[in-house]
């Protein structure tokens, strides 16, 4: 991901009301969104404005593209965006290596990244002694589909891929998958609709119907399989 970055997907915007389905994976995380957070790929920060509850001093969107980025500082701007937001276009490369952040996320980005184990080499170098490192991603990848493909995905996750990835210096704090009934709906699209992109109607079914379910089958299932999976490390 360099500077000159164009995202190839729309599911931004697709996904941008899926507030059941946002709601859910901050109820897993909130408690770490502390002090100085970094968020990697903001897209057009739909994802920060259910995440960023003032908790945090500051917070920082860190897009590379252009486009993207300039939603975000026109958002801040038109205080669409908290107060404490600030927006950066660029990757991790473009920010002040003494800097140092309390919990750095990656929420639906880490996927889109081909050299992943590097990427979170250099955000563990930036997160400050006792900081958080979270990645929400698209879980296993026998469920890779056309729609994956579409949006710049070079892969999903299960619990051991993401694990051999993870930075020596860094302890696990949680790791589960989310969205039981998502999985079956991803494995339905997988062998039969082979959609490259799902219709409107159709995030919002999953997200207004399954996402409250599996709020609940999750917890019956302990968390053990799902369409997405997350992760939480914590910096010694």
């Given at each position: 991901m360099s500077t000159e970055y164009k995202y190839p997907g729309e599911e931004l915007q697709l996904f941008e009301t899926a507030t059941n389905w946002k709601n859910y994976f901050a109820s897993h995380i909130s408690s770490y969104l502390t002090g100085k957070v970094l968020e990697v790929g903001a897209g057009i920060g739909g994802t920060t404005l259910l995440l960023n509850k003032d908790k945090a001093d500051n917070w920082l969107l860190l897009e590379p593209d252009e486009t993207m980025q300039l939603i975000l500082q026109q958002k801040i701007k038109d205080k669409l965006l908290p107060s404490n937001c600030k927006a950066v276009q660029g990757t991790l490369d473009s920010l002040d290596k003494n800097e140092r952040f309390d919990c750095i996320i990656y929420i639906d980005v880490l996927e889109h990244i081909e050299n992943d184990a590097a990427e979170l080499k250099k955000a563990t170098d930036l997160l400050a002694p006792g900081g958080f490192l979270i990645i929400?991603?698209?879980?296993?990848?026998?469920?890779?589909?056309?729609?994956?493909?579409?949006i710049g995905h070079y892969r999903r996750y299960n619990r051991k891929t993401l694990s051999a990835i993870r930075p020596a210096s860094l302890t696990r704090k949680k790791m589960v998958y989310l969205d039981s009934v998502g999985f079956f709906a991803s494995l339905l699209n997988k062998l039969l609709l082979r959609q490259s992109y799902p219709a409107k109607r159709q995030v919002q079914v999953w997200d207004q119907l399954m996402i409250p379910v599996s709020r609940i089958t999750d917890r019956i299932f302990f968390y053990s399989f799902g369409k997405s999976i997350l992760a939480v490390w914590k910096k010694q």
């Open positions: 929400l991603s698209p879980a296993f990848q026998f469920l890779f589909s056309p729609f994956d493909k579409a």
